[in-house]
Nanobody, 115 residues
C-alpha cells in the first residue's frame, strides 16, 4: 500500500511564495513520476508540473517561470516551489506519484492567493 500526502498550502498575498510538499510512503521500490495538479472551483483539474525519473520537468504554460518542481528521491518526496503567486493560482493542489503503471494520489492541499 502506498500513501501520498500533500502539505504546505495556505493563504498568501499576490506576489508571494509557497512551497508545497508531496510525500509518498509505504512499500516503494521506485517512483517513476510525480505530478502536481490543481483544481479551482468550477474548473477542471489541470496538470501544473510533472517530473519523471531521468527526464526534464514539464510545466503548464500558466506557471512557467514562476513554479519549480523538484524531487528528493531519498525521501520519496516532491516539492512545488511557487513564486509570484496570482489570485488565479487559487485552487486545491494535488500530487500523484507513479509506481510502475499505477498512480497514487493524495487528498490535496488548499492554496488561496488574495489580491
Amino acid at each position: 500500500q502506498v500513501r501520498v500526502v500533500e502539505s504546505g498550502g495556505g493563504l498568501v498575498q499576490a506576489g508571494g511564495s509557497l512551497v508545497l510538499s508531496c510525500a509518498a510512503s509505504g512499500t516503494i521500490l521506485r517512483i517513476n513520476g510525480m505530478n502536481w495538479y490543481r483544481q479551482a472551483p468550477g474548473k477542471q483539474r489541470e496538470l501544473v508540473a510533472g517530473t519523471t525519473s531521468g527526464g526534464s520537468p514539464n510545466y503548464a504554460d500558466s506557471v512557467k517561470g514562476r513554479f519549480t518542481i523538484a524531487r528528493d528521491n531519498a525521501k520519496n518526496t516532491a516539492y512545488l516551489q511557487m513564486n509570484s503567486l496570482k489570485p488565479e493560482d487559487t485552487a486545491v493542489y494535488y500530487c500523484n506519484a507513479r509506481l510502475g503503471t499505477t498512480w497514487y494520489g493524495g487528498q490535496g492541499t488548499q492554496v488561496t492567493v488574495s489580491s
